[in-house]
Nanobody, 124 residues
Framework: QVQLVESGGGLVQAGGSLRLSCTASGRTSSTYAMGWFRQAPGKEREFVAAISRSGGLTYYADSVKDRFTISKDNAKNTVFLQMSGLKPEDTAVYYC?????????????????WGQGTQVTVSA
């Protein structure tokens, strides 16, 4: 079992930056591939980014590639999502996810563990 707690959301103007954090407890983050998903109002939850257990392999949705960076600090059991060049269409609740398999699998099939979500709002 692992518990995930996100932080770092907020309101930012278009073109601005935010950094989300997700801290895992219960089992160490090095045991899990981790990722971020988001859900905008009226839309389905979608994949944003994933990172392997070691942190050496990353995946991104095309919509955020070159703007978002996922990273991991296994010593702190924390995964980060650095978001820059934010657009109004990035507005959503962002959820952290953990999976005991690979980051490649998490991208397609989220794991069983979810955080509570953190709101990101980008104003035009």
């Amino acid at each position: 079992q692992v518990q995930l707690v996100e932080s770092g959301g907020g309101l930012v103007q278009a073109g601005g930056s935010l950094r989300l954090s997700c801290t895992a407890s219960g089992r160490t983050s090095s045991t899990y591939a981790m990722g971020w998903f988001r859900q905008a109002p009226g839309k389905e939850r979608e994949f944003v980014a994933a990172i392997s257990r070691s942190g050496g392999l990353t995946y991104y949705a095309d919509s955020v590639k070159d703007r978002f960076t996922i990273s991991k600090d296994n010593a702190k059991n924390t995964v980060f999502l650095q978001m820059s060049g934010l657009k109004p269409e990035d507005t959503a609740v962002y959820y952290c996810n953990a999976d005991s398999g690979t980051a490649g699998r998490l991208k397609l099939h989220p794991g069983d563990y979810w955080g509570q979500g953190t709101q990101v709002t980008v104003s035009a």
